[in-house]
């Protein structure tokens, strides 16, 4: 496969039905905004914890199927999309996590190890998809489990960071107001 092909030179790509847009288009950002979430994610792998490794390996799977969910204004039933399923999944290892973290008694401060960061920094990028998203959804239409599910991955990245802070031994710095 060739991986130039000079189509896009002029600020055009096509959608998966072949159906060409501008590169600025609300599709588009909303997609690649979700690309750059799953770079971000591949740089924290690995964290040194096999269970969060291959939770993280499965969301990167998931986010190609976002993607691909995106790209397909009018999906046919064997395209891939973002299913109830997909979200249950995150909602688990949200539950599996929270039943080894401390609870949760304020806001936190981004940061901590170096893979607790990187999460924290992809999901925020994760927010900025849905952000996306939910703007290409005003205007075209758009699978509405694939919003959940950025919604429900940012809270799963969330608790992930905490968990990997938490396992690594450090501490959570709250907000001083």
Request: proline share 6%; net charge negative; no cysteine.
């Amino acid at each position: 496969m060739k991986i130039y092909t000079g189509r896009g030179d002029e600020g055009m790509t096509d959608l998966r039905d072949m159906s060409r847009v501008s590169k600025t288009s609300p599709r588009i950002e909303a997609y690649g905004t979700v690309d750059e979430a799953n770079a971000i994610i591949g740089t924290v792998r690995p964290t040194g914890y096999d269970d969060i490794d291959a939770r993280l390996e499965r969301i990167q799977n998931h986010l190609h199927v976002v993607q691909a969910d995106f790209a397909n204004p009018d999906p046919d039933e064997d395209d891939p999309v973002v299913t109830e399923a997909h979200t249950e999944e995150l909602e688990d290892w949200i539950d599996d996590a929270d039943d080894e973290l401390e609870p949760l008694q304020s806001f936190v401060l981004p940061g901590g190890s170096d893979a607790g960061s990187a999460l924290h920094h992809a999901r925020t990028v994760v927010r900025r998809a849905e952000r996306r998203a939910v703007d290409l959804a005003g205007t075209d239409p758009v699978n509405a489990e694939a919003i959940a599910y950025l919604n429900r991955l940012s809270d799963a990245l969330f608790t992930f960071a905490r968990l990997v802070n938490q396992r690594d031994g450090v501490p959570e710095d709250r907000p001083s107001y």
